[in-house]
Structure formats: structure tokens, C-alpha cells
């Protein structure tokens, strides 16, 4: 693998890492859509569906499949084919995402502090809705918060797996880089 | 070595300028209005308005410690020649780079809001102009996390950038470990 087709991957990761932030961010849509028109509920849940589709599908094209594109951002290997050694790539995987994960985490920081306060006051309304049978406030959600509040928490691991380094992520890339072919016209292989 | 510190120089220079562009274009867009259609500014406008001067400000500040004192951020970036000894000397720089330039565009967010945040706490509420109960205690904590977050980025993250580079390595030596535990050897 070449360290410029390296890059081309790079490139279509940390675009699959934002266009995947874009899909859950609108998966709020229906909620906010049927809002006030408990009616209209289907016409809504089909066009977002219909929306979100190809954001979700884009997102695993390039997060996942994106090995054709690159090797066509790439074009022809023979002006510079320099191989990327296994140290480029984790290190290119892993600081990518760290910087994407840092990006994205800044967003989530008022979510987990909530996440910390609830987990202190949260045994306390456990144990008076099994005791008192109170159910309080704070569970009392619509349809709309849960899906928000599912949106956060998404947001939230993803910035925090991100930040880590996505060790899985990075290593089935390189299973998957070693195993894949080459271009033709290169003939020293690396990784 | 010189290299790395221009482009670590150009890199964060280009990230001052946009933070400047950033902050710079909404305000020259409602500077009319301030001039010319409402002359009494509300105190949540006089909060906003305090918070994009200390944007500029931050954004000048960077660019012109960049300029002028390049070498006291840079330096501390591109880490000391003895490391440059090292094969993999490369591999704290990249993540020190990337820790501090998140570093800087934390500051950048957080600065603004903590202003303006004091601001309204501490001026506009004692006067009665704010309601007390307009910032809730997660909004104040998280920018305070944000905030202890962006100097710790900024600093380098001394902490973080040695565990990424052991993590790195880690998964770097995955084969030959692989190698020895099963006995056979693993093509590459």
C-alpha cells in the first residue's frame, strides 16, 4: 500500500466518521416533523426514512468499502510509490480519529456531565420507584427525548471510541489492507 | 527539525486565521445594525458582543505569539533534539500536533462562553437583568471541563499523546508477538 493511497483512506474515513455524526444528528427529524401533527405520521416517517437512507449507506460505503474509491482518487502508482509501512498506517488510523473524536466529544461534554449528576441521584429514584412506586419526572419522557436522549448517547461512545483510537476499528483496516490486492503496477509490498 | 517547526508554524497559523475569519464574519454582518437600528444593546446582545471581542482577541493573541514567539510554542511541539535520535520521533510529534491544535479550537469555543457566562452571573443577574436560574449547573460545568480540557490539550497532553504512542507501538509489534506465541511464521 502506498502512503498516498493511505492518505486517500484517510480522507474517506474521516468523511464516513462526519457523515455518520450527520445520520444520527437527523435521526431526530420524524419527532420533530410529526410534532403537532399526530395525524400525519407515516407521510413524515417515510420521507426521513427515505432521507436518512443514503446518508447511513454513504456513511458505511466509506467507512468500510472505500477501497476502490481510493485507489481511483489515487490513479496511476507508478510517479510516486512509496510504500506506507504497518507504523504509517496505525498511526495514520489512529490519529485521525483521535482528532475526530476530540472534535466530536466537545459536543457531547453537557451530556455527560448530565450522565454524572444522574448517576449520583439516579439509585435514589430507583429505589422510590420500587419502593413508593413513584415514577418520577425524570422518566417521564415522549418519544421525541428518548430518541434525543438515544442520539446523545450514540454521539457520546462514538467521540469517546474515537478518542481511543478505535483500536478495532484500525486493526480489521490493516486484516483488511493486508489481504486486499495491490495495484498492478507496483510491485514492492509493505503491509 | 527546523521543518517540522514551520510546519507546525503554518498549521496553526492557518488555524489562527480561520478562528479570526470565523469570529470576524458575523461580526462585521451585524456591526450595521449596531450602528445604525438599535443603539440600546440588550444585556444578552452586551454579552455576545463581549464574547466575539475575546474571540478576536484569543485569535490575534495566537497568531501573533506564532509570529513573534514562534519558538516557545513550536519548540515545545516538535520536542527536543535528543528525541529526533529516536527512529519513531515522529510519532509523539503527530499526536502532540493534533493534541494542541484541538487544544487551541477548545479555548476558542469556551473562551467566548465562559465570558459571557461570567458576565451574566456576575454583572447582568445582580442587576436584575438576567434571571439567576438562566444558566443551568451542567451548562457552567461543562464549560468548566471544556475549559480544564483545552489547557490540558494546549499543554500538549503529556499524559494522553505517551499513551496513544505506547497503544501505537502495541498494535505496531502485533505480528511478531503473534509470531512468537503460535511458533509459525506470519507472512507479511
Not at chain 1, 84 to 105: E, K, P, Q, Y
Not at chain 2, 74 to 103: D, H, M
Not at chain 2, 162 to 177: D, G, S
Amino acid at each position: 500500500m502506498t502512503k498516498m493511497y493511505l492518505l486517500a483512506k484517510l480522507t474517506l474515513t474521516i468523511l464516513g466518521v462526519f457523515i455518520l455524526l450527520d445520520f444520527l444528528s437527523y435521526l431526530e427529524l420524524p419527532s420533530r416533523l410529526t410534532k403537532g401533527y399526530s395525524d400525519a405520521v407515516v407521510g413524515p416517517f417515510l420521507v426521513t426514512v427515505g432521507s436518512l437512507a443514503p446518508l447511513c449507506i454513504l456513511a458505511y460505503y466509506l467507512l468500510f468499502k472505500s477501497d476502490n474509491l481510493a485507489r481511483k482518487m489515487v490513479g496511476s502508482t507508478n510517479e510516486d510509490s512509496r510504500d506506507a509501512s504497518r507504523i504509517w498506517v496505525v498511526t495514520g488510523f489512529r490519529l485521525t480519529m483521535f482528532l475526530c473524536g476530540v472534535l466530536i466529544i466537545s459536543g457531547s461534554i453537557e451530556f455527560l456531565v448530565r450522565v454524572a449528576g444522574f448517576v449520583i441521584v439516579g439509585p435514589r429514584l430507583i429505589i422510590n420507584m420500587i419502593f413508593y412506586k413513584y415514577i418520577d419526572t425524570a422518566f417521564r419522557l415522549g418519544f421525541r427525548e428518548w430518541l434525543r436522549l438515544f442520539v446523545d448517547v450514540c454521539r457520546a461512545v462514538l467521540g469517546i471510541y474515537l478518542v481511543l483510537g478505535t483500536p478495532h476499528f484500525v486493526r480489521w483496516q490493516i486484516r483488511k489492507l493486508k489481504t486486499c490486492s495491490r495495484p498492478k503496477n507496483v510491485e514492492n509490498q509493505t503491509l | 527539525m527546523d521543518d517540522l517547526k514551520k510546519l507546525t508554524r503554518i498549521i496553526l497559523i492557518g488555524l489562527g486565521i480561520y478562528m479570526l475569519v470565523e469570529v470576524g464574519r458575523p461580526l462585521l454582518l451585524s456591526l450595521p445594525y449596531f450602528l445604525f437600528y438599535d443603539t440600546s444593546i440588550s444585556p444578552f446582545g452586551f454579552a455576545y458582543f463581549l464574547s466575539f471581542i475575546f474571540a478576536i482577541a484569543y485569535a490575534v493573541l495566537i497568531i501573533y505569539a506564532l509570529f513573534y514567539k514562534a519558538n516557545l510554542l513550536t519548540g515545545k511541539i516538535v520536542g527536543a533534539e535528543a528525541e529526533a535520535l529516536n527512529q519513531i520521533w515522529w510519532l509523539p510529534f503527530a499526536f502532540r500536533l493534533t493534541a494542541v491544535f484541538s487544544g487551541i479550537l477548545y479555548l476558542y469555543w469556551v473562551i467566548p462562553s465562559i465570558v459571557s457566562i461570567v458576565y451574566v452571573r456576575l454583572v447582568a443577574a445582580r442587576q436584575g437583568a438576567i434571571p439567576a436560574a438562566w444558566l443551568t449547573w451542567s451548562h457552567v460545568v461543562s464549560y468548566i471541563i471544556l475549559l480544564a480540557l483545552g489547557i490540558y490539550l494546549l499543554c500538549g497532553a503529556p499524559h494522553f499523546v505517551r499513551w496513544q504512542v505506547r497503544k501505537t507501538l502495541e498494535q505496531c509489534k502485533e505480528p511478531a508477538e503473534l509470531e512468537k506465541a503460535t511458533g509459525k511464521e506470519v507472512s507479511s
